[in-house]
């Protein structure tokens, strides 16, 4: 096999046919370059180049093998420059998935942030439900993701939270905690709780759909759901309650559904998250700008 360096050097002296100037062009000796030569000619058998002192030419052997290498060389070359370029550059396409309308606007305003800052990126959106966020990351259909925490998955990393709100219970508009100014976390014992899709993280199924109160009395879980819609309407249908972020109340109004706030949850987290092998040099410009965006003071009116 032929090593880096009597590649580079066979070929740029295919190209220049003077030694002074390969050696130049390689930033090595010109003994550097004979020598390199002359031990690749022993172990190919025959000469490469014929030398003179006047000139020097490529042989039959060397020009069919210049000719055979060239392409694959450059086809090599620009495949790890755009490697590189995808890695630790800022230019290029980035794929962002939201899920949930109050992602979606909090994205298009990360999104105008990130161009304003790299122009020559560009930023493809793209919806997800939440099932399909990590299968999306992992297949690279996306770069990134802006979803819900806590994501604690191997091979993901989660990025800083952006957006901390209160925890709400959904409710059956006919349930009596539709009724009640607050409920607590204690509460639960007393309903049946939907689950999130088996296919999500257990951190997040345990965040949404806890089995015990913090008291330790047991939470009965009801029906899994696939989709956000798919929860509201179990919910609205009576077979269980759900917590949810407070934006839902503006998103997602419906007769038969109530949100009434918890009097002592943690709040609901957001923030982005991107496979550990993806983390670019976007994802982090990404994330900054994300980030940056929301702890900007607000005007002065």
């Not at 230019?91 to 606007?105: H, I, N, S, W």
């Not at 800083?160 to 508009?173: D, S």
């Amino acid at each position: 096999m032929l090593e880096r360096h009597e590649l580079e050097t066979f070929l740029t002296l295919a190209e220049e046919l003077h030694f002074g100037r390969t050696a130049e062009r390689l930033h090595v000796s010109t003994a550097r370059v004979s020598q390199t030569i002359a031990k690749l000619e022993r172990r190919i058998g025959v000469p490469l180049f014929h030398r003179t002192s006047r000139r020097v030419e490529l042989s039959r052997t060397g020009r069919q093998l210049y000719e055979e290498i060239r392409p694959a060389w450059s086809r090599i070359t620009d495949a790890y420059e755009r490697a590189v370029d995808a890695g630790r550059g800022l230019t290029g396409l980035l794929r962002v998935a939201f899920t949930g309308p109050a992602a979606g606007q909090l994205l298009a305003g990360a999104t105008q942030a990130f161009r304003t800052r790299h122009p020559d990126c560009e930023v493809q959106i793209k919806e997800a439900h939440l099932p399909q966020v990590l299968p999306w990351l992992r297949s690279g259909e996306v770069d990134i993701a802006l979803t819900c925490h806590p994501m604690h998955e191997e091979g993901i990393v989660m990025g800083p939270v952006l957006v901390r709100e209160a925890r709400m219970l959904a409710v059956p508009a006919g349930h009596p905690f539709a009724r009640r100014a607050t409920v607590s976390v204690e509460d639960l014992a007393r309903a049946t709780v939907l689950q999130l899709s088996e296919t999500l993280p257990e951190s997040l199924r345990r965040d949404r759909s806890p089995r015990r109160t913090p008291a330790g009395r047991p939470i009965a879980l009801g029906p899994s759901a696939t989709t956000f819609n798919e929860t509201l309407t179990l919910v609205g249908a009576g077979e269980g309650v759900f917590a949810v972020g407070a934006h839902t109340r503006r998103y997602s109004v419906r007769p038969d559904v109530v949100y009434v706030p918890f009097e002592d949850a943690e709040p609901v987290d957001w923030g982005l998250i991107w496979p550990t092998d993806g983390a670019t040099a976007r994802a982090r410009a990404f994330s900054e700008a994300a980030l940056n965006l929301l702890q900007a003071p607000a005007p002065n009116p």
